[in-house]
């Protein structure tokens, strides 16, 4: 059965540096997000690309977030200068429809020093 | 106050009894799902509901939904220890983009 894959599992950096996590989504899938959960926490959208551009953002996704498809199958979240708030478990979701079930990776555990 | 707020924040219950957990939401909505988390991991998908349905099936899985409270119910009927986990609810906004708005989520233990 199709799934979705990220990469790395944990990640740990230092404050300041700057992270890519990286996601292979579904293959036929077309709509792709990203959200975080602080541990114990709810989960947080951050944003949705479809068609090689962003969809949606939410307050959370600023100028030191970027997204991008560089191929036919990465997405990936860049983060350009990691904060210790970042820490958080980010997964990544994918879908056919743009609106309904999505599928969910089993999530990078970013860790900010 | 946040989107998709559930309640019970925790609930705790025998094997074999049902589990109810509810959720609301603040703006106008396309559908609502539901999902479960196992301990820090991924989401599934359990059950979606779309804002024209009033109640949905699936297998042990009943779902409710009335949009004129903003509400929604999950029922897990004759409830398993492997049921314990973490159950989200989420809504798909009715906005020009795709964005999806997840509750606080319910935990859910099932003792044997």
């Known amino acids: 059965e199709p799934e979705v894959t990220q990469t790395p599992s944990h990640q740990v950096t230092q404050m300041g540096q700057e992270v890519i996590l990286r996601c292979v989504p579904i293959?036929?899938?077309?709509?792709f997000y990203w959200y975080r959960q602080i541990l114990g926490q709810k989960v947080e959208f951050l944003v949705s690309?479809?068609?090689?551009?962003?969809?949606?953002k939410s307050e959370i996704f600023d100028d030191q977030f970027s997204v991008e498809r560089p191929d036919g199958s990465n997405f990936t979240l860049k983060i350009r200068s990691t904060k210790l708030e970042d820490s958080a478990m980010y997964f990544c979701a994918s879908n056919v429809a743009g609106r309904g079930e999505q599928f969910f990776g089993p999530g990078t555990r970013l860790t900010v020093l | 106050s946040q989107q998709g707020e559930e309640d019970p924040q925790a609930l705790s219950i025998q094997e074999g009894e049902n589990a109810t957990m509810n959720c609301s939401y603040k703006t106008s909505i396309n559908n609502l799902q539901w999902y479960r988390q196992n301990s820090g991991r991924g989401l599934v998908h359990l059950i979606l509901i779309r804002s024209n349905e009033r109640e949905k099936h699936s297998g042990r899985l009943r779902v409710t939904l009335d949009t004129s409270k903003k509400s929604s119910s999950l029922l897990i009927t004759a409830s398993r220890a492997a049921d314990t986990a973490s159950y989200f609810c989420?809504?798909?906004?009715?906005?020009?983009?795709?964005?999806?708005?997840f509750g606080a989520g319910t935990r859910l233990f099932v003792k044997a």
């Open positions: 690309f479809y068609n090689n551009e962003i969809s949606e």
């Open positions: 293959s036929n899938h077309l709509y």
């Open positions: 989420a809504t798909d906004q009715n906005t020009g983009g795709f964005k999806t708005i």
